[in-house]
């Protein structure tokens, strides 16, 4: 069994390769550090990077995080979101807990949703 959350040191092993001034206090780290203007540069670090299948999970929440806050600010971005479902595709038995939480369920309710929710469920019913 995938150990779904990384440790306190993998967590600061990211943080060092993205940048990130944490404390190590954040409560939920991929919201936290979203940024819609970064999305490609974690795209590189998840691909390019020898990480743990724990922190792939936790770099997939933040590229989804920041995805989902690209769709808020400005316009979709086809390219990038076909870059960020094939790195899924690749992994994608790490990631049934990402897409259940970005994908809301069976909820149906417009306002209860995340922007990126639909995309997550045309992800999740092509595979």
Same mark, same amino acid.
Not at 29 to 46: G, K, P, T
Not at 52 to 79: G, R, T, V
Not at 107 to 118: A, G
């Given at each position: 069994?995938? $150990? ?6 993998? *967590?600061?092993?990211? $943080? ?5 001034? /944490? %404390?190590? $206090?954040?409560?939920?780290? !991929? ?10 540069? =974690?795209?590189? *670090?998840?691909? $390019? ?15 989804? !995080? ?5 769709? /808020? ?13 094939? !790195? ?9 807990? %990402? ?15 995340? +922007?990126? %929710?639909?995309?997550?469920?045309? =992800?999740? +019913? !092509?595979?």
């Amino acid at each position: 069994m995938i $150990n779904r959350y990384p440790s306190h040191e993998e *967590v600061e092993h990211l $943080n060092k390769l993205l940048g990130f001034k /944490a %404390t190590g $206090n954040e409560q939920d780290w !991929a919201i936290q550090f979203a940024d819609h203007s970064r999305i490609s540069e =974690f795209l590189e *670090v998840y691909l $390019n990077s020898m990480i743990s299948p724990a922190q792939k999970i936790e770099i997939m929440e933040l590229i989804i !995080a920041s995805f989902d806050d690209l769709l /808020a600010y400005e316009n979709d971005n086809n390219e990038l979101w076909s870059m960020i479902c094939a !790195a899924m595709y690749k992994d994608i038995h790490l990631f049934k807990g %990402t897409l259940d939480y970005w994908g809301c369920g069976q909820n149906r309710i417009e306002d209860e949703l995340f +922007h990126i %929710t639909k995309k997550i469920r045309l =992800f999740e +019913h !092509a595979l």
